[in-house]
């Protein structure tokens, strides 16, 4: 419980913000998701190229946002890029 006004504000200020990012991380984790179910479904290469960018343009918003790491931000592009690399290789 706090104990002052300014802690009590600190605490619904705190909340908002947990929620806030606890949504946008889902709605980004669901995306990241949706990419790969999608690229299981063997879609075309362009197809495949234009869901990429907007993924990767979803990862670099978060990292700006500090919802993520830029590193984790990175990884997970070039995770993604090799996993639709190999999607069109075989």
Do not use: I, Y
């Not at 006004?5 to 669901?30: F, H, I, Y």
């Not at 190229?49 to 993924?55: G, M, Q, R, T, Y």
């Not at 343009?57 to 639709?84: C, E, I, W």
């Amino acid at each position: 419980m706090p104990n002052s006004a300014s802690a009590e504000k600190s605490l619904r200020r705190s909340n908002v913000r947990r929620d806030r990012n606890r949504q946008q991380r889902g709605s980004l984790r669901t995306r990241l998701k949706k990419f790969r179910v999608f690229l299981a479904e063997k879609p075309t290469q362009e197809a495949a190229d234009k869901e990429f960018s907007l993924v990767v343009k979803a990862l670099d918003q978060a990292a700006s946002k500090k919802l993520l790491h830029k590193n984790a931000a990175s990884r997970t592009k070039s995770r993604l890029a090799a996993l639709k690399r190999k999607t069109f290789v075989g």
